[in-house]
């Protein structure tokens, strides 16, 4: 897997791809690959469709190249564009277009790309039951759980990414929080009974 670029690397090969320079997109494609086919998972399940997605996407940013505007931060922009072609795609397929997300948007946690990095038992456990603890929450909620403790987007990037105004994100993650922590809470109770219960 790629290493994830310092920014300022990445502006320096978005300016280069928005010079002209092919490879610079390239190098942004293959660096960013892994957290884009990721988010894109999130969002879709069909690995082959994202893929699909996340290819067209980086075809279009090199048609049009020459009119591309300059980015704050490369990460979140991809992130965004790629967001609003899956749910492009995916209206094209249905009668409903879905420009924003509402809380019955599909979207799911998995820390599997993660799990071979687990030696203990234990926090392979841990890792499970947070996982399980994170998808009981609405999947706004979950969404911003990604995309801050997983992607690790400043609250700025998330607003562009969620189409949030700033105390919106702020008000949506305290309200993650505390579900995680009431939701961990009753999971914690509920293990301690069973374990209660054989002895």
């Known amino acids: 897997m790629s290493r994830r670029l310092p920014p300022q690397e990445a502006q320096q090969l ?3 791809y928005r010079a002209g320079d092919m490879y610079a997109l390239a190098k942004l494609m293959q660096s960013y690959y892994a957290d884009l086919f990721h988010w894109g998972l999130r969002l879709h399940a069909d690995r082959e469709f994202v893929k699909d997605c996340i290819q067209e996407m980086f075809v279009n940013l090199w048609k049009m190249q020459q009119s591309i505007r300059p980015v704050d931060n490369v990460r979140s922009y991809l992130l965004v564009v790629l967001k609003t072609r899956i749910l492009r795609e995916l209206s094209s397929k249905h009668t409903t277009y879905q420009s924003t997300l509402s809380d019955d948007y ?14 203990e038992e ?4 841990q890792i499970r039951k947070l996982e399980q603890v994170i998808n009981h929450l609405p999947d706004r909620q979950k969404e911003l759980i990604y995309l801050r403790f997983y992607q690790n987007l400043s609250f700025e ?4 990414v969620m189409h ?7 008000n949506l993650l ?26």
């Open 164 to 170: 949030l105004g700033r105390q919106s994100v702020y």
């Open 14 to 16: 978005w300016e280069e």
């Open 122 to 125: 234990n926090e392979l456990y």
């Open 106 to 119: 599909s979207f799911s946690v998995e820390f599997a790309a993660d799990v071979h990095l687990i030696d």
């Open 157 to 160: 990037q998330i607003e562009d």
């Open 174 to 199: 305290q309200k993650s929080l505390n579900s995680l922590r009431k939701h961990w809470a009753v999971s914690l109770a509920g293990l301690l009974t069973l374990l209660l219960d054989k002895v």
